[in-house]
C-alpha cells in the first residue's frame, strides 16, 4: 500500500515531495541556542522558514532535551499560546505544537493549532489521546514507552510504535492521520551513539506500518558524538543522516535548518525507488520491502492473521542469498540437494557439476527457514560440512546482531 495521506490539507506520502517541518523554539533551556526564537520573532522567522520552503512549522515552549532545566505547565503556556496566536492566522502553513501534556494542547487546538507533536506517544499524560480523539487532529507519536525515546534500538522501536497505533484505534483516533516518529536522539541516558545509528540504518523498516514517517535528527546528539562537534557545527552531519533517511523512506524531515536541508530532500526523494503497486477494479497488488521477519509477523497480524499464525510463517517470509567460497564439488553438490529438498535452490559452476573441477563457490537460495533447516541439515553430514553449518549459523546470527562500531573508528 502506498502511503497518501492528507493532513490539513497538505498532501504527505510516497508520491509527494518530502516535507519540511521548520522548528520554532521557544524555549531558552534548548540544547541548541541558535535555534531559540525571540516571542518578538516569531513570525518573521516562520515567514523565513516558509519561504525557504518549509510546509509545516513546529512550535514548541518546553525543551525536550533531558538535561534542560524543567519549566512549569503555566510557563509554557505563557510562551506558547500568545505565539500561536500570532501564526495562526498569517500563516500558509500546517502548524504543529510540540507538547505532552493533554491540557497546553486542548487550549493550543482551541487556538488554532493544526497538529500535535507528542514526543511521549502519548504515555506521559494519559488524557493526551483522548485530546486528540475528541479534535480527530492529526499528530505526531514518537517511540516512547515508560519515557519519551526510551526504547533501545530497532526492534524496540518496532514494538513501541505498534503499540502506540494499537492503544490509538482502540480509543477511536484514525490512525491514518498519525505520524511516527522513531525517536531519533539521547532521549535516556543508556541511549548510546549506535542506537541512532541503528535506527537511521534500518529507517526502512518502519514501511511495514504505511503511515507518514517524520525524523527529527538536525544536529542530535549523535552527529555530535561522531563528529565531535558542537551543535552549532553538526549541520552537514545532519544534511548527511536526513538524506538517507529520505532515501530509506521518511515522508517528513524535522530541521532548524529550512533552506538548506530543501535541496538535500528534493535530491535524496527524487534518488529513491518507488514501491510497485498495481491498481485496477477496486482491486491492488503491491510489493512488500520487508527483509526482518519479525515485520513481516507484524505486518500479518494487521490483516488480521493470528499471533500464533504470523509467528510461525514469518521465517517463510523473507529470503536470504548467501555465497559459500572454495569447497569441494562433492560438498557443493550435498548443498545444493539439500536445498533443493527444503524448496530453496542453489547455484554452482558448471564443470563442478560434472565433476570436473575440485573446487567451487557455491551461491544458495532460499527463505530464512530453508536456509536455517540446510544449516542443521549440514551439521549431521560428513567432510566439513558441520563446520559449513556452523558459518551459515554464524552469518545469520551476525546479520541480527549487527555492530555498528564507527566511534571506535574515530
Avoid at 375 to 381: F, G, R, S, Y
Wanted: glycine share 6%; charged share 30%; net charge negative.
Amino acid at each position: 500500500m502506498v502511503v497518501d495521506v492528507d493532513i490539513c490539507g497538505l498532501k504527505i506520502g510516497d508520491e509527494h515531495p518530502v516535507r519540511l517541518m521548520g522548528v520554532i523554539n521557544l524555549s531558552r533551556e534548548s540544547f541548541y541556542k541558535g535555534s531559540v526564537v525571540d516571542a518578538d520573532s516569531v513570525l518573521d522567522v516562520a515567514y523565513k522558514m516558509i519561504d525557504d520552503g518549509a510546509t509545516i512549522i513546529d512550535l514548541g515552549a518546553r525543551s525536550t532535551w533531558p538535561l534542560a532545566n524543567p519549566i512549569t505547565k503555566q510557563e509554557e503556556c505563557d510562551r506558547l499560546l500568545p505565539a500561536l496566536e500570532l501564526l495562526k492566522d498569517n500563516l500558509d502553513a500546517v502548524i504543529s505544537v510540540d507538547t505532552v501534556f493533554s491540557d497546553i494542547a486542548e487550549k493550543a487546538l482551541e487556538k488554532g493549532a493544526d497538529v500535535v507533536n507528542d514526543v511521549a506517544g502519548f504515555a506521559t499524560d494519559g488524557g493526551m489521546v483522548d485530546v486528540v480523539a475528541d479534535h480527530g487532529c492529526p499528530a505526531v507519536v514518537m517511540a516512547a514507552g515508560k519515557l519519551p525515546g526510551d526504547p533501545l534500538g530497532m526492534d524496540a522501536i518496532m514494538r513501541s510504535l505498534d503499540d502506540i497505533l494499537k492503544r490509538s484505534e482502540e480509543r477511536g483516533i484514525d490512525t491514518d492521520q498519525l505520524i511516527l516518529d522513531p525517536a531519533i536522539g539521547k532521549w535516556v541516558p543508556e541511549k548510546l551513539p549506535m542506537y541512532d545509528l541503528e535506527t537511521i540504518d534500518q529507517f526502512e523498516r518502519m514501511k511495514v506500518f504505511e503511515k507518514p514517517l517524520l525524523a527529527a535528527i538536525s544536529r542530535k546528539s549523535f552527529i555530535g558524538d561522531l563528529l565531535n562537534k558542537p551543535a552549532t557545527e553538526r549541520l552537514y552531519g545532519s544534511l548527511a543522516a536526513a538524506a538517507i533517511v529520505v532515501q530509506k523512506g521518511a515522508h517528513i524531515i524535522r530541521t532548524h535548518d529550512v533552506a538548506e536541508t530543501l535541496d538535500v530532500v528534493q535530491i535524496a526523494g527524487a534518488i529513491r525507488s518507488r514501491q510497485p503497486v498495481v491498481e485496477e477494479n477496486g482491486f491492488e497488488v503491491s510489493m512488500l520491502d520487508i527483509a526482518n521477519p519479525d515485520d513481516a509477523a507484524l505486518a500479518m497480524r494487521n490483516i488480521g492473521v493470528t499471533g500464533t499464525g504470523s509467528i510461525i510463517m514469518k521465517d517463510k517470509t523473507v529470503s536470504r542469498v548467501l555465497k559459500i567460497s572454495n569447497i569441494t564439488t562433492t560438498e557443493a553438490l550435498i548443498i545444493k540437494q539439500e536445498i533443493l529438498a527444503r524448496g530453496g535452490d542453489a547455484a554452482l559452476e558448471r564443470d563442478a557439476v560434472s565433476h570436473e573441477t575440485e573446487k567451487t563457490d557455491v551461491i544458495v537460495m532460499g527463505t530464512l527457514l530453508q536456509v536455517r533447516k540446510l544449516a542443521d541439515k549440514l551439521e549431521c553430514q560428513a567432510r566439513n560440512l558441520p563446520l559449513i553449518s556452523k558459518m551459515i549459523k554464524e552469518a545469520l546470527k551476525q546479520e541480527s546482531d549487527v555492530e555498528y562500531s564507527y566511534l571506535s573508528k574515530i
